[in-house]
């Protein structure tokens, strides 16, 4: 089983990267933002995950292990099959897909080719109550979750934490990116932060 490789770029297409190891070509299939990191005669090393199907062996290339896990845990998702997750990967690195998910947020979800409501709604559904306890990628440490998240406690500074998103949200900032600003900001002023308190912090958050 191969689980990563080290060569040189020989080609890029639009999923895909040939990578030379020691003369020998390994085709795998990419997201768009590994991929963007490809430059053809540099060296690069990629994780790979390896599919063994009836006909052939088709392997999958990770700029780093925390997109090599979201890839798995998304392929285990009813609906969702390579290609889907590749493409989800494309627009959504680990620590953003961290925070979709932990936010509800459907819509940064179905930017990603193929992705529609219904399939967005089964990813959140059936990933809530993972995200906060799976260790993946950059997006390792926990955060609070948000109202209507199975992991809430009934205390005030969720509550406040919460009320803060929505806030920022009804202000026309995307859900998951109001939820990483509220979060950093609870973090930055404790759990006794009130939610205008959140809401300043926040917004400071944004503008930097």
């Not at 845990?73 to 925070?99: E, K, M, Y």
């Not at 919460?162 to 609870?186: H, T």
């Amino acid at each position: 089983m191969i689980a990563k490789l080290t060569g040189i770029v020989d080609s890029t297409g639009t999923d895909w990267v040939v990578l030379d190891v020691n003369g020998v070509g390994y085709l795998l299939s990419c997201s768009n933002r590994t991929l963007s990191r490809m430059v053809v005669g540099e060296r690069a090393s990629l994780v790979v995950e390896t599919f063994i199907r009836e006909e052939r062996i088709v392997l999958h290339g990770f700029g780093d292990p925390g997109e090599r896990d979201w890839f798995k845990l998304l392929t285990t998702i009813q609906g969702v099959g390579a290609r889907l997750a590749l493409s989800i990967l494309g627009v959504l690195d680990p620590d953003q897909l961290t925070r979709a998910i932990a936010a509800q947020d459907k819509t940064a979800l179905i930017r990603a080719d193929g992705v529609g409501p219904k399939v967005a709604a089964r990813i959140l559904n059936e990933l809530k109550d993972k995200v906060g306890t799976l260790t993946l990628g950059p997006a390792a440490a926990p955060t609070p979750p948000l109202k209507g998240a199975p992991a809430l406690a009934a205390s005030t500074a969720n509550a406040a934490l919460a009320d803060a998103v929505s806030a920022l949200v009804n202000l026309g900032y995307g859900r998951s990116e109001a939820f990483g600003a509220v979060v950093a900001a609870g973090r930055a002023l404790g759990d006794d932060a009130s939610v205008s308190d959140l809401i300043r912090q926040g917004l400071k958050e944004l503008s930097q």
